[in-house]
């Protein structure tokens, strides 16, 4: 299983911008599916996109459409997750995950984000 | 939206066997949906139990199993446990990247 460290928490103003990072080791790097989820206080987890990095081929939820931003660096190991225009309603811990694209293999530790003005 | 039903709530007895269910307003769930499960305990990340519709993660007790039930995706534990009692999430592949999670069930063992 690929062993994953994710960014430490951050607290952002409404309207900001965060970028989560998520480095892996362990394994082909290239060849996992990245999947971002994320779970509100109180609410279940979502899903919110994915990047395969050896095609480049993203995708992402449509309720983020338009603010989230996935991408991967072959070269050192990390995928990103970038959300804009935070609301507090972004105030969530954000997991990064490695897998196939049909399943989640392993989970990063999560990283808190916090929208508060 | 896709919308991706779980029961909000179950429980089940020590020792005892209970099952999750997973499904789809409008279509019946299939294995081209790739059903998964996961645990997830508050405070830790949480823990890819099945994918696949039944195949189980690595690690994973053989009190869990996967399956699909009539129009639906299911998940049985079986002798049940008190650290069994934590949440539980389905996710279905919805085609073109897209991955929906359901609502999530709160599973009491009691």
């Known amino acids: 299983q690929v062993q994953t460290v994710q960014s430490g928490a951050e607290v952002k103003k409404p309207g900001s911008s965060v970028k989560v990072s998520c480095e892996a080791s362990?394994?082909?790097?290239?060849?996992?599916?990245i999947n971002w989820v994320r779970q509100a206080p109180g609410h279940g987890l979502e899903w919110m996109g994915r990047?395969?990095?050896?095609?480049?081929?993203?995708s992402h939820a449509q309720t983020l459409q338009g603010r989230v931003t996935i991408t991967a660096d072959k070269s050192t190991g990390t995928a990103y997750m970038e959300l804009t225009a935070l609301r507090s309603e972004d105030t969530a811990v954000y997991y990064c995950t490695f897998g196939s694209p049909y399943y989640i293999d392993s989970w990063g530790q999560g990283m808190l984000v916090t929208v508060s003005s | 939206q896709t919308v991706v039903t779980q029961e909000p709530s179950l429980s089940v007895s020590p020792g005892g066997t209970v099952t999750l269910t997973c499904g789809l307003r409008s279509v019946s769930v299939s294995t081209s949906h790739y059903p998964s499960w996961y645990q997830h305990s508050p405070g830790q990340a949480p823990r890819t139990l099945i994918y696949?519709?039944?195949s189980p993660a690595s690690g994973v007790p053989d009190r869990f199993s996967g399956s699909i039930v009539g129009n639906r995706a299911a998940l049985t534990i079986t002798r049940a446990q008190a650290d069994d009692e934590c949440d539980y999430y389905c996710a279905l592949y919805m085609g073109r990247g897209i991955w929906v999670f359901g609502g999530g069930t709160k599973l009491t063992v009691l």
């Open positions: 990047i395969i990095p050896i095609i480049g081929e993203t």
């Open positions: 696949g519709s039944q």
């Open positions: 362990g394994g082909s790097f290239a060849s996992y599916t």
